[in-house]
């Protein structure tokens, strides 16, 4: 696939998902992400032939993050440096890639309950993957759990918290996330 048709699909991923999230999955027609994108409904079905093929390619891009993310972990120490860079790593994707789909698998949730049954791995399974990476195999139960916490800490920072922080930026609430999951870890 050439750089400039993925650079489309990209943008058009991009465009989709802010606005599944602010007018929700079912409310967001194709001719609107045409329109936001300033190209026909035919150019946009040249990339995707469905809404729900945008929320395959974007979901999947997830995925392949993760996987890419666990391929390096697996390279490194099982130390705290290491974890704590697998957490610097977590919090860079939640930052430049993560947050709006999470923020649109909190506003649609319903939506991606059914896109479950129809993958092949369960999102379980892909958070599974990345609280494992921050983990001690041989540390009990409590120093287990606080690494837990910390990954799903970065989680929630995605979020925002701006209902309770709200002079806090997207950006500072996520410094604030990885400052306590080094905490939980150390």
């Not at 058009?12 to 999230?21: G, P, R």
């Amino acid at each position: 696939m050439s750089q400039a048709r993925t650079d489309t699909r990209e943008r058009i991923e991009q465009v989709a998902l802010k606005l599944f999230t602010e007018k929700g999955y079912d409310r967001t027609s194709l001719r609107e992400i045409a329109e936001q994108l300033g190209v026909t409904k035919a150019a946009l079905y040249y990339h995707f032939k469905s809404k729900e093929e945008i929320l395959q390619g974007i979901v999947s891009g997830r995925r392949k993050d993760v996987q890419e993310l666990v391929d390096w972990a697996s390279t490194l120490p099982r130390n705290l440096e290491s974890r704590k860079e697998i957490l610097k790593r977590i919090a860079a994707l939640v930052e430049s890639k993560w947050r709006p789909m999470i923020r649109f698998a909190q506003a649609n949730q319903t939506r991606m309950g059914m896109r479950h049954a129809d993958d092949e791995t369960p999102p379980l399974d892909y958070m599974r993957q990345l609280l494992s990476l921050v983990s001690d195999a041989g540390a009990g139960p409590t120093a287990q759990f606080k690494s837990i916490l910390a990954v799903v800490g970065l989680l929630i920072g995605a979020i925002g918290m701006d209902t309770l922080f709200p002079t806090e930026s997207d950006a500072d609430f996520s410094q604030i996330a990885l400052e306590v999951a080094f905490e939980l870890i150390s």
